[in-house]
Nanobody, 120 residues
Framework: QVQLVESGGGLVQAGGSLRLSCAAS????????MGWYRQAPGKQRDLVAG???????NSADSVKGRFTISRDNAKNMVFLQMNSLKPEDTAVYYCNAIIRTGWSTTRNYWGQGTQVTVSS
């Protein structure tokens, strides 16, 4: 059983910063991808930023220049540094990982979600 545990969400004022962390644990052979998604009320769940095991990154246009994703492969962790936060960044943020747990078992895993609220 693989589990993703998130931390770092909370309430912050517009223009402030927040750092999200996600740790994967369990029977892990390898992690191919880790990333962050978010979902606001009335919106679909969209990719915020992702990072491969080799360090290649991508991010949504709406957060480019403000958010930075990073990864610690040794600790099976991924981070999202969020700067210059805006009220429209308010959402539930979900950690996501594509993890191989066996010879023929590779699955998409999700964290429980952490609330990020940006006040004006």
């Amino acid at each position: 059983q693989v589990q993703l545990v998130e931390s770092g969400g909370g309430l912050v004022q517009a223009g402030g910063s927040l750092r999200l962390s996600c740790a994967a644990s369990g029977s892990i052979f390898s992690i191919n991808f880790m990333g962050w998604y978010r979902q606001a009320p009335g919106k679909q769940r969209d990719l915020v930023a992702g990072i491969s095991s080799g360090g290649s990154t991508n991010s949504a246009d709406s957060v480019k220049g403000r958010f930075t994703i990073s990864r610690d492969n040794a600790k099976n962790m991924v981070f999202l540094q969020m700067n210059s936060l805006k009220p429209e960044d308010t959402a539930v943020y979900y950690c996501n990982a594509i993890i191989r747990t066996g010879w023929s078992t590779t699955r998409n895993y999700w964290g429980q979600g952490t609330q990020v609220t940006v006040s004006s």
